[in-house]
């Protein structure tokens, strides 16, 4: 019998558009330290992309450093393609877990680190033209002691209230780690993020329970405070595998296809879930963080290469994410209600299901093939799918979204 668990009921009449936001997202330093010209390349793709904003970080700019300048262009150039800019403050692109979430990033360390001068830089970001301000990475007091949550606390308020007074409908933005839940739920109480970006899609493991598990955590702790989830599959560094946050388990921990494979699945579930999601550079066009360059316009490049060549393919990474984008904004997922599917005679009980208003998504975490009904009508898949007997075939490590009433 098949049984249908809700576990999101999304609030009613409330469409901010920062709730349902599609963000991509630039952790290197493009802003106020390349050429403008080819940094608003960026802008066209993410457009491209579907999305709604873009997170930049203007690395170490000062109050008077001309690279804000640089900004105010860039804002310009992205209002004028109806995307926001968010503009990250602290730069704090390191672990937040594991041995080494106490090093220094030269590129991040001192002068966009929490205290004098912050509130100040974010007043220059605002005059700039952004339209939101982002912390980045929130180290918990559990692993730095130099973290002062009630000093961020009052530090979060006069950003909100810089934010909210100067920029219509802007937003404020950080990154949280859940395997810190008493931190965790201090922001989510007491700290007025729009957008808190939490870890539950990166600490899961490869298979359908503890995907379940993190998805319906991470649900329920955000709807206890009214806060929209906001979703990312990837940390907002680069992985690497020192960098490991607590055990050898996590569903990247693997040989490098079948991670990207992983990878590219687990986005096109995210996409499909209610919130807010965010995507990183190179994720959408199915670039491995290893192979990912380090000069900031070199990765542009290649990113829109890639863009570029897969644009005209079926089922090529980014056109998967751009038509996973249209179909997302289409049915109104980041506002619908979201459940849990099990008991389906075609589908085994180890194999994930939910239902996106009437949408189901299907990630197989098996290690076989799953057959979908005869008359099955798939709207995507995160990899082709094979033929059988009049059947579509869903391959292990593969996310569809199929029209429910075609597959119940």
Not at 149 to 170: F, H, I, K, N, Y
Request: glycine share 8%.
């Amino acid at each position: 019998m098949t049984t249908t668990t809700l576990v999101h009921r999304p609030q009613s009449g409330d469409r901010d558009w920062w709730r349902g936001a599609q963000i991509y997202e630039i952790n290197a330093p493009v802003v106020g330290q390349v050429d403008h010209d080819r940094a608003v390349g960026l802008l066209d793709h993410a457009q491209s992309l579907g999305s709604d904003g873009i997170l930049v970080r203007p690395s170490l700019l000062g109050l008077k450093d001309p690279g804000l300048e640089d900004l105010r262009r860039f804002s310009e150039a992205a209002h004028l393609r109806g995307l926001r800019v968010i503009a990250r403050l602290s730069g704090a692109l390191g672990p937040v877990t594991g041995r080494h979430a106490h090093d220094d990033n030269p590129l991040t360390a001192g002068h966009e680190a929490l205290g004098p001068g912050l509130i100040e830089r974010a007043e220059g970001f605002i005059d700039a033209g952004v339209d939101g301000i982002d912390l980045g990475a929130i180290l918990p007091p559990e692993v730095s002691q130099e973290t002062d949550l009630d000093l961020l606390s009052r530090t979060c308020a006069e950003l909100l209230m810089l934010v909210s007074s100067s920029t219509p409908d802007g937003i404020l933005g950080a990154d949280v780690t859940a395997e810190y839940g008493d931190s965790l739920r201090h922001h989510l109480q007491k700290d007025w993020f729009h957008h808190l970006r939490n870890d539950r899609l990166f600490l899961t493991r490869w298979d359908a329970d503890s995907i379940a598990r993190h998805l319906k955590a991470s649900l329920e702790e955000y709807e206890r405070f009214g806060a929209p989830p906001a979703w990312r599959v990837m940390p907002p560094y680069r992985y690497h595998p020192d960098l490991e946050p607590s055990d050898d388990r996590r569903w990247f921990v693997t040989d490098r296809a079948t991670r990207l494979r992983r990878g590219t699945a687990l986005q096109t579930l995210m996409l499909a879930l209610p919130g807010a999601v965010y995507l990183r550079q190179g994720d959408e066009v199915g670039i491995l963080d290893d192979d990912k360059d380090d000069s900031p316009m070199s990765l542009l490049q290649e990113v829109t290469r890639l863009a570029d060549e897969q644009g005209d393919l079926l089922g090529s990474p980014v056109a998967t994410v751009r038509h996973a984008s249209h179909l997302r904004r289409e049915r109104q997922l980041p506002h619908a209600p979201m459940a849990f599917v099990s008991g389906m005679e075609w589908c085994p009980d180890d194999a994930l299901s939910i239902l996106v208003r009437d949408m189901l998504v299907l990630t197989n975490t098996t290690s076989t093939s799953i057959g979908l009904p005869e008359h099955a009508e798939v709207l995507l898949a995160s990899h082709e799918l094979a033929h059988t007997d009049g059947r579509l075939i869903v391959p292990p490590t593969t996310t569809v979204w199929c029209v429910a009433d075609t597959v119940a």
